[in-house]
Structure formats: C-alpha cells, structure tokens
C-alpha cells in the first residue's frame, strides 16, 4: 500500500490550482503599488468608514472589505487590492473545479484555469478594488453550485447556489441578470424537476435572508441606490459606451484566444441532452447577454459568464484527448498553449499596472481603459489643499470646510487629509450627500471640482487659490476639466435649503 507523502499532496490537482492561483495573486501584489489608488478605491475606503447596509453607490459588500482591508493592512494599495486579487485567484481555481465536477481531467482542469485567468477583466479586476472584482467571483460559484447540482442530482447544492446568490446581490444588483437566467434555466429545461424540492425554496429563502438588510436600506431610503443605478446607466448610454458591447465580448470580457473554448463549451452545454443536462447554463449566458444587449449595458458586465463557458469547452477538448499519451496531446493541442499564452500577456500588457509611469506602455494601456490616469495626483491635491488652510486666517479656521464636486476629490481628502489635520470632505455626491455637511456648518470654505462660475453663484466671495495638478503633467478629470481651487465665504441661503438641492449622482 502507497503511503502519500507531502510531495503527492502538493502535486494533486487541487494543489496544481492552487499554485496557479497563487501564482497570479503574487503577480498581482507586486505590481499593484505601482501607481496610487483610483478615484473608485478612495470612494470605497471613506465607504468603508461608514458601515450601513447599503450606500447611493452601491450594496454593502464591497465597503466591508474596504473596513477590513484599512484595518489589516493601513491605507496601503497592495493591502487594498490583496482581496480583488484573491477573488480573481479563487475564480481560477473554481473554473478549474468546474472542469473536475463534470468528470475532466487534469490537463483539461489547468487550460480551463488559465483560460479563465487571462480575461482582460479578470486580470484588471485582480489589481484595482472595485465590487465588479467581487462581483465576478460570485457569478462563477453561482455557476459551480449549478454545475455541481446538474452532475450529482443532488439537490442540497440549491443552499450554496442561494448563498452565492445572496453575496452577489449585497455586491452588486447586476447579479439579478444572471438569477434571470437561472430561472430560465430551470423553467425551460428537465432542471424544472427541482421546483417540487424543498432545497429549491430552502436556497430562494437563504439568498433573500442575505439580500434582506441591503433591501430593507433601500426601501429607508426611497430606493436612492435604483436612482443611481438610472443616472448612471444614462451617463454611459448618452456617452455610448453600450455601442462595443458585442465587440467587448471578444476582447475584453474574455480573451480573443479563448473564445475557441467558451463557443465550445457553450456548443457542448446546449448538445447535453442526456444526464447530466447542462443546458440551464446556456440559459445563465443568454438571458444576461440579452438583457444587458436590449438595456445598451457595458461589455464588462457579461465578463462573469464565460469562466463557466471555458470549463466547458475545456472538459470538452479533454474527453477528445484522454486517451492520448501526453506528447501526442500536446502535439495535437499546441497551438491552444501558444494561443492561450500569447493572448494573456497581451491582456496582461493592457490590464495589469506593470508599466512605468507616463510611459509609453502606460499611456498605451490608459488609453485602452482609462483607468491609470484617475490613479495619480490625489496626495499632491491634498497637500495643496492643506497649503490652502494654512493660509486661512486662524479665527476662520474651526468654520472651515472642504467642498468636493466627486467622489475623488472627497474620498482623497478624507484619506489623505488626516495627516495635515484637515476636516472631512463634504460633497452632494452620493453617499457623501447622506452623510451631511456637519454641524456648525462651515462659513469658510476650500471649494474643489466645481466651476467657478458656479462656486461664485453660491458664496457671497470666492477666488482662485490653487490649482489641481499633478507632477507628471498627466491629464486626467481634475487637473483638465476643472483645475481651480476656490476659497469661498458666506454661503449665499441657508446651509439647510441648499443642502437639499444639492444632491447628485457620480
């Protein structure tokens, strides 16, 4: 009898998944200190600050961690982005899992993994903390619990599904196209059979117990998050982001060098007309495809869809090649390897911050997805706003107040402002609306990110008293479309009257 040694537990399947994902975790952390935090990040921390069941922006998930994070690991951004980069490992791990509970191989299991890892999403969501980091992990267990149900028939996997469920709507509310889906799935497929198990209603009632609290927020607050979300979907429809949807879907959303697979795996899915039957999944990939197509959404919110496609299309080329020594499945399958490695370090060249700063890569890749350019500048903007205060006479200062036109500028001052003694940020955007603009209200005020002809129509006084910039002469929304500082006294109506007209969405 074979005694297994640790070498044998370190080279089991699970095992080769999870060096794999540890290996992108590492990947991650070493270059996500490259630049600073995002304009979404600093939102998410002062988020963070104020624990509630739900937030304008979004459901409470994501600020939890945010409170975790700051509290492990200190306003540090590899700290933050550590479990963006967990989530996008545990996705890797759990697209390989996929491949094994059909039945697949080991080989099978790793290409799926790294099919699932080389997402353009998937690598950018695991080096930013963002709730669609979070939000991905969630679609892929829902997908796991699914398959795990469809293969073993058994139907306790309904309370994971559930769970998975739950976790994604306190994420973000997107998770609804993909319930959507699974309803579809179960109504219009031999999956109906679970209506009648109680397990089916046992997981309904464990995702609505988890969604409860966030629910419950919205209803205390006239469902302002659903405002939002509308707002915020004009925006982009009127910017017309909705336009490379289906394009999206090639490049971005999942990697040009996997689409062999995912259009496999759903081709294999579909054809599964005997037990298991995995057709509910192609339903979970069509209706949110649709949804977000007919309601013009962004190409990244079907980005969680596709690991499962992969891990079909993965079990699929394996059961072709089972039976083929390794060299002549290699031999037979090589170009899948170079495809799948050269796809992902041109994502990686995109996606992950390994570039020097206002570089020419740099500026290549920010100029794919925007994202670098709203990374740098905000400490630099805080001490000017300190110079600001300093220069305030000192009968005026504990009336002082810093007004923010967005999130940005209002989270990097209430992240970056305790260290030079400045006040919290106060804006009428989102969540930062909720919280007020304190109490005395202030009289003197350092006004950043609104128009100056709009500052002058609030205050009695106002004049230009710094600039917002940046020492690498990066052009991102504060220092191009409004750079000017202001230091404004004597609101023009009472604090009260304008506070209540001065809400907006970002």
């Known amino acids: 009898m074979h005694t297994r040694t640790w070498k044998d537990y370190l080279l089991t399947d699970t095992a080769i998944l999870v060096w794999m994902a540890v290996a992108s975790i590492l990947l991650h952390c070493l270059v996500n200190n490259q630049y600073g935090f995002h304009r979404d990040e600093l939102n998410f921390i002062v988020d963070g600050r104020h624990l509630a069941w739900g937030y304008v922006d979004c459901p409470p998930f994501t600020p939890f961690v945010a409170h975790i994070a700051e509290m492990l690991f200190g306003i540090s951004p590899v700290g933050f982005r550590f479990f963006p980069a967990v989530s996008q490992g545990l996705v890797l791990i759990l697209t390989g899992l996929m491949v094994r509970r059909m039945g697949g191989n080991r080989w099978a299991q790793v290409i799926a993994a790294g099919g699932a890892l080389i997402s353009g999403v998937s690598l950018s969501q695991g080096s930013i903390f963002m709730y669609v980091s979070f939000d991905f992990l969630w679609w892929v267990l829902v997908a796991y619990g699914v398959i795990s149900l469809l293969k073993t028939r058994d139907a306790r996997w309904w309370l994971a599904i559930g769970a998975a469920i739950g976790l994604g ?182 996606s992950i911050p390994a570039a020097p700063l206002n570089s020419a890569w740099w500026k290549l890749a920010d100029n794919n997805h925007h994202l670098y350019r709203e990374e740098v500048g905000w400490p630099e903007m ?49 969540s930062f609306w909720l919280w007020g603009y304190g109490n005395p209200p202030p009289e003197t005020v350092i006004v950043l990110g609104l128009a100056p002809s709009y500052a002058y129509s609030l205050f009695e006084t106002c004049s230009i008293a710094g600039t917002t910039a940046n020492p690498y002469g990066i052009q991102n929304e504060e220092s191009q479309y409004h750079p000017d500082i202001l230091l404004c006294r004597h609101l023009r109506q009472p604090w009260e009257q304008f506070w209540k007209n001065f809400h907006y969405f970002g």
């Not at 409860?212 to 927020?217: A, E, K, R, S």
């Not at 706003?385 to 005026?396: F, H, K, N, Q, S």
């Not at 009336?399 to 804006?427: F, K, Q, T």
């Open 382 to 430: 805080v001490k000017t706003v300190a110079g600001i205060r300093d220069a305030v006479p000192l009968e005026e200062r504990p009336r002082l107040g810093i007004l923010a036109g967005n999130y940005g500028e209002a989270g990097a001052v209430d992240v970056y402002g305790p260290a030079y003694n400045l006040p919290h940020a106060i804006s009428g955007i989102d």
């Open 169 to 350: 709507m306190m994420t973000k509310l997107t998770m609804g196209f993909l319930v959507a889906g699974l309803v579809a799935g179960v109504l219009f497929t031999p999956a109906r059979r679970y209506l009648k198990s109680p397990w089916l209603w046992a997981g309904v009632a464990v995702a609505l117990l988890i969604f409860l609290p966030n629910l419950l927020w919205m209803a205390q607050h006239d469902f302002i998050s659903l405002q939002k979300l509308s707002a915020a979907h004009a925006r982009d429809v009127g910017n017309g982001y909705y336009k490379w949807f289906l394009i999206d879907q090639l490049y971005s959303a999942a990697n040009p060098s996997s689409i062999y697979l995912w259009v496999l795996g759903l081709y294999f899915f579909w054809r599964s007309a005997s037990e298991p039957n995995y057709r509910p999944l192609v339903w979970m990939y069509a209706v949110p495809m649709v949804g977000f197509l007919a309601l013009q959404g962004r190409g990244y919110y079907l980005a969680p869809a596709y690991p499962m496609l992969i891990a079909g299309g993965a079990y699929t080329i394996g059961e072709r090649v089972r039976d083929l020594a390794p060299d002549q499945r290699s031999a037979r399958y090589s170009w899948l390897y170079y495809s799948l490695v050269i796809g992902g370090l041109c994502a990686a060249f995109f």
